[in-house]
Structures are given as structure tokens and as C-alpha cells.
């Protein structure tokens, strides 16, 4: 899976499926909806180069794996078949198939390995138990079930790919829901400086020094022409 | 919605050891008819109007150059935080019978928000 498609392949449905993401989406604006829709592409983007890319470009192993698969699960089912025509020798060719699927699984398996142990993902414990479960369970009923060699195969890599996508799609999502919270705090810090009228607006001009002034001047001019008629 | 999408008057105010005569002269100056009085961390305390500076310090005879804000101050006073609703605002307004109040953020007056514009506010969120 390459960048772009991983990108536009979960971006809608982050926004559509994811609760955290999605409350985001629906109580913004039409023009922040873009630029929230930017920032998780880019969020996916750098996602992918540090969690997934080195491990989707899996080189040549992945090639090999990939044929392993194919070839055994196409030996599993012959020899299913054959069982009945042929005996002992289908078994054989059936056992040839999941043999190579094996190799498959452990091809894919040391891949997700190192590429867990790279990153340092501490769940990988845990996950390589769950995957090992899952194989032993697919490999035994491959024997029993008639269609359990095509689930077998159509799982294939992806049980280990479903992982490193999970853990990219989390990575995205944290630091898309950082932004978020980041531009929700900076327009919280602008509203919150109120809007706050001078005092000078709400002087009475009545009562101003300069409003009282002249009356005392009135008031002095008075008393001297009085001083000076009685002088 | 809250105080602080209100517009507010700017906070007129004095400290509780300010002297009478310096808080005279600061109503005289800006004219309006009442002063806050805060603490020495900028909290609202009091409030002083010029009908307090006639019946607690002339009527009653004494020395405005003895007296402190603290001394003549009307208290306790509502107080009102930035981030109150202004229907909470409003309903503690109007229980005091007040018109205005002082307004704080972190504690510290920052303005003084009038029951017009906490009407103002309420409307507006109705609308």
C-alpha cells in the first residue's frame, strides 16, 4: 500500500467513522472543516512515513511470501480434492501447501517483527500471541474445513498489516485531535479578552474640572468690579 | 454565554488605604458617582459612592485626612467572574437590587459589567 492510497483510502472514513474525529468535524465551521480536513491528510501522510511506509515496502520478501501463499493455498486446495482420487499422495500435496504457507506466514512474521521491534511498539508481545493463535488455529481447520484454505488466503498478510495500519491510524489520530485542541485553545485565548470601554467615555461633562472652571472665574471677576465700585 | 463576551466599562477603582481625599479626588476627576475598592491583590472589596463620602464623613463630622477608603466603603459587594454565564450574573444582580458590579479574572477587577449589558447578552442568545 502505497502513501496516497493509504491517505485518501482512511481519510473519509476517519472523518465518517471515528467519534473523536468526526465530533470535530461536525461542530466546525465550513472553512475550518477544510483546514481540519488538511491537517488529517497531513496527519495520515506523516503517519505513513514514520509508521508504515519502510513496512509496506517490504522488498523482496514480500515478493516470495506472496508466492508462497499462492502457490500453497493452491496445493492446499488441490490436494483436498485429490484426498479422495488420489489418497495418501493428496494428502501429500496438500501438506506441500500448508507447508508453504508456513514459510509465508513466517517471511511475513519476521517482517512485522523487526519492523514492531524498530518502532519499539510495546503491544507487539502481545499481538505476535494473538497472530501465532490465529495461525495455528487457520492452519488446523484448513484441514478440516473445505473453504478454510481461501480464508487462509485471502487473511494472508493482512492479519499483520491490519496491525501496523492500526498503529498508524492512531498515531494520525492523536496528532490530528492535538491540533484540534491547539487551535480550539488559541481562538478560546482570543475571545477571551472582553471587549472593555475607557472611563473618559463616561464622564458627565457637567462635572468636569474644566466645566467648573469658568464659573469661578465669573464668580472672581464679579467680586473685583464689586471691590472696585465700592473702592 | 458568558461576561466576557459582554463589553465592559473600564474598572474604576481605588485601594482600601488610599485616602479619602485622594478617592475625591478621582471621583471629581472621572465624574461617575461610585469607586470600587479592591485589596492588595487587586480583589474587589468595597464600594464608595458620593452619597457615602456626604453621610459617612461630612455628615457625621469627621476628618476626610484621617479617614481611608476602607474605613467609609460599602461591603461585602457581588462579585463576578469572566467566565460566568450572564443569566447566573444577572439573577445575582437582580437579587441585590444592583445595577453594576465589579468583574474579575483570576481573582483580579478587570472592569465593571451593567445589568444593561448582561440584558444585552441574554437577549442576544435568545435571538
Redesign the interface.
Known amino acids: 500500500m502505497n502513501r496516497d492510497k493509504f491517505v485518501e483510502g482512511y481519510l473519509e472514513r476517519m472523518i465518517t467513522k471515528d467519534k473523536d474525529i468526526r465530533k470535530r468535524f461536525e461542530s466546525s465551521t465550513e472553512e475550518e472543516s477544510i483546514h481540519l480536513r488538511e491537517n488529517l491528510r497531513d496527519a495520515l501522510s506523516h503517519s505513513y512515513d514514520v509508521y508504515a511506509k519502510e513496512y509496506f515496502d517490504g522488498g523482496i520478501g514480500s515478493y516470495v511470501s506472496t508466492f508462497l501463499r499462492w502457490t500453497g493455498a493452491g496445493a492446499d486446495i488441490a490436494g483436498s480434492y485429490l484426498f479422495f482420487a488420489m489418497g495418501g499422495a493428496g494428502f501429500g500435496i496438500k501438506g506441500i501447501g500448508l507447508v508453504e504457507k508456513s514459510l509465508a506466514d513466517l517471511i511475513d512474521s519476521r517482517h512485522w517483527a523487526k519492523h514492531a521491534k524498530k518502532l519499539g511498539l510495546t503491544e507487539r508481545l502481545s499481538d505476535d500471541a494473538k497472530i501465532s493463535a490465529e495461525l495455528i488455529a487457520e492452519r488446523a481447520s484448513a484441514y478440516y474445513l473445505p473453504f478454510a484454505g481461501v480464508a487462509d488466503l485471502l487473511r494472508g498478510r493482512s492479519k499483520y498489516d491490519k496491525k501496523v495500519v492500526a498503529k498508524t491510524l492512531q498515531y494520525a489520530k492523536n496528532n490530528f485531535l492535538d491540533y484540534a485542541k491547539r487551535v480550539e485553545a488559541e481562538e478560546e485565548a482570543v ?9 473618559d467615555n ?3 461633562p457637567d ?3 474644566e466645566a467648573t472652571e469658568p464659573a469661578t472665574i465669573e464668580l472672581g471677576q464679579y467680586r473685583a468690579k464689586g471691590k472696585r465700585k465700592a473702592g | 454565554m458568558k461576561i466576557k463576551d459582554c463589553i465592559l466599562i473600564e474598572a474604576f477603582k481605588c485601594k482600601e488605604d488610599e485616602s479619602i481625599i485622594e478617592v475625591a479626588k478621582k471621583l471629581r476627576k472621572i465624574t461617575l458617582r461610585h469607586i470600587f475598592v479592591v485589596d492588595n491583590k487587586e480583589f474587589p472589596t468595597g464600594i464608595i459612592s458620593v452619597v457615602d463620602m456626604n453621610n459617612r464623613v461630612i455628615a457625621e463630622g469627621k476628618n476626610p485626612k484621617d479617614l481611608k477608603a476602607k474605613d467609609i466603603m460599602s461591603r461585602p459587594i457581588e462579585v463576578y467572574d469572566i467566565n460566568e454565564t450572564v443569566e447566573e450574573a444577572y439573577k445575582k444582580m437582580a437579587e441585590k437590587k444592583r445595577v453594576m458590579g465589579a468583574v474579575v479574572k483570576d481573582s483580579k477587577m478587570i472592569g465593571i459589567v451593567t445589568i444593561h449589558q448582561l440584558l444585552k447578552g441574554m437577549e442576544k442568545k435568545n435571538e
Not at chain 1, 479578552?193 to 472611563?199: H, V
Open positions: 475571545e477571551k479578552e472582553p471587549k472593555i470601554i475607557p472611563l463616561f464622564r458627565n462635572y468636569t474640572e
